[in-house]
């Protein structure tokens, strides 16, 4: 959807503020909230893709003025609700008045190590040879979903080549609206600054994005 | 937050130990000295070069690094002719397995929305000033793969062995916002 994530070319948030020696959280509750999601994602009731859309359904004027980690929190408190884990009411109050749901784990503390080392990969075996190969001339859809997608409104309607073959990955448009994972062909394609910002580009500039097979179209 | 963790834990659906275990690895274990190995490694190891070059997760995982938030790895390398850089402007997509978590100005809005469209402004902001023949390579990590940058070795470290090399490679070389130079005690 055309949220406020999609930031890509945006202009007037002011400088990249950087900090010397930059602690890891910036206050205790945001060290919570990074292990909270995570542990809470680990569940299974929901994929990344989920996580994603409901960050970014967030309406832009809270989604820029919040704290990235009180993003995170309001998008759990969603995923939580819509997975069926608790009600609108216990994620405001934090007062328990539904008995829990079966989930589909519980990770234990000491199986967190072997959980993050093997990761959720998100390649699939291949359903068909790959639509395009490296070299070939290729246009991004014009397209405006308003569901959940990857393809960045900067990078729409633009051509560019394809620069990496990576393989077939879960689709996150459909993946994230529950309508399961569609692996899809998934390629670096590569623009000249000037295809994506015209004669404003600086100049000696490419940008990639990652594309899934349904984003593109062959150039003959 | 509080209500959140009340009903996460409350009804079972989440350890506490848990998440103190998750938070202390990326406080603790996983961060950016791990990607420095693989830096200094690539730089003294050609084999191990072309392989992080044509299969960075299959490289990386040599050395004992992979997982969540790096299940699909691309390393790109930096040249006198091309200069790398990351980003994710729909999130903060970053290659925790190498870098651990990201500093706060990489899922600024500030940095998403221009680094992209503006890059060699944000690098000369970053200390990066390059000649206008080198091109600069933007790589917007808009799906699973996660990626890396090698940075060039300087000069003046010849016969250096992976530990002294691994030392001097920061973070944010590693995304590209940075180059990689001698300690001033010695250049």
């Known amino acids: 959807m055309n949220g406020a994530q999609d ?12 900090e010397e020696n930059e602690p890891f959280f910036h206050a205790p509750w945001e060290r919570k909230a990074m292990g909270l999601t995570l542990a809470a994602g680990t569940t299974g009731m929901w994929s990344l893709d989920h996580a994603r ?16 980690y009180g993003i995170w929190l309001k998008a759990l408190a969603t995923t939580m609700v819509n997975a069926g884990l608790a009600t609108e009411r216990e994620v405001a109050t934090g007062v328990i008045e539904t008995p829990p749901v079966p989930v589909k ?49 900067y990078a729409r309607g633009k051509t560019g080549v394809i620069e990496t073959v990576h393989g077939v990955h879960v689709f996150p448009d459909s993946h994230a609206q ?43 | 937050m509080r209500a959140l963790e009340s009903i996460l834990v409350g009804k079972g659906y989440v350890d506490p130990g848990t998440v103190e275990e998750i938070i202390q690895t990326y406080e603790t274990k996983v961060g950016p000295r791990n990607g420095a190995q693989v830096v200094a490694k690539a730089w003294t190891d050609p084999e191990f070069k072309a392989l992080l070059l044509r299969d960075a997760t299959t490289a990386i995982a040599t050395l004992g690094f992979g997982g969540r938030g790096g299940e699909h790895m691309v390393a790109v390398e930096n040249t006198a002719e091309v200069h790398n850089v990351i980003v994710c402007t729909l999130c903060s997509c970053y290659p925790w397995v190498v870098l651990g978590l990201p500093p706060a100005w990489y899922k600024s809005a500030a ?71 001698l300690p001033e005690s010695l250049s």
């Open chain 1, 7 to 18: 930031m890509g070319g945006m202009m007037g948030f002011g400088p990249i503020v950087r």
């Open chain 1, 53 to 68: 859309a409901a960050r970014e359904s967030l309406p832009p004027g809270e989604y820029l003025t919040s704290p990235y």
């Open chain 1, 105 to 153: 784990r519980i990770l234990r503390p000491e199986e967190v190590a072997g959980a993050l080392a093997k990761g959720w990969p998100a390649s699939r075996p291949e359903p068909h040879p790959a639509p395009f190969r490296v070299g070939d001339t290729v246009r991004t859809r014009i397209m405006n979903p308003v569901h959940h997608t990857r393809l960045p409104r």
């Open chain 1, 178 to 220: 529950g309508l399961g994972e569609n692996p899809q062909w998934l390629f670096s394609v590569c623009f000249t600054g000037e295809e994506l910002w015209g004669a404003d580009a600086e100049p000696g500039t490419r940008v990639s994005v990652e594309a899934w097979e349904s984003y593109l179209e062959p150039v003959a």
């Open chain 2, 111 to 181: 940095y998403r929305s221009r680094v992209v469209i503006r890059p060699r402004e944000v690098l000369s902001e970053f200390g990066v000033s390059l000649p206008p023949e080198t091109t600069v390579r933007v790589w917007d990590s808009t799906a699973e793969t996660r990626y890396m940058v090698i940075p060039r070795r300087p000069t003046g470290t010849e016969g250096w062995d992976e530990e002294a090399l691994a030392a001097i490679v920061s973070r944010d070389s590693m995304v590209g916002t940075g180059l990689v130079s």
